[in-house]
């Protein structure tokens, strides 16, 4: 598996990749402002190609989300791998992660 990865692409875009899971929690959540940072409105964030997903990941998305919102930034998750998707609606949490628009 590969190291994380944050990429802004453009205001209203980003993309995050590679190993996302409890031994990468601590450093995404200190990273989640590369995100959105200076953006305003809505985001779409790309995370077809996290890998190791597990619990961890989905509070680092929620929490990015939450930070995010505090800035009055939406962020959207696209692309969401099917095993993102199905931890999501485990708990409930598609609609906090924009997948429910996305699918």
């Known amino acids: 598996m590969t190291a994380l990865r944050i990429e802004r ?3 209203a875009h980003a993309r995050v990749g590679g190993r996302l899971g409890f031994a990468e929690a601590s450093a995404a959540l200190a990273r989640g402002g590369e995100l959105f940072g200076n953006a305003a409105g809505d985001v779409a964030v790309d995370v077809a190609d996290v890998q190791g997903i597990d619990s961890a ?3 680092v998305l929620l929490a990015w989300a ?8 939406s962020l959207r ?3 969401a791998p099917a095993n993102l998707k199905a931890l999501a609606h485990l708990c409930d949490a ?3 992660l924009g997948l429910n628009a996305e699918g």
């Open 9 to 11: 692409v453009d205001a």
């Open 66 to 73: 939450a930070r995010a919102r505090v800035g009055k930034v």
């Open 94 to 96: 598609e609609p906090l």
């Open 77 to 79: 998750f696209t692309r």
């Open 57 to 59: 990941t989905l509070a």
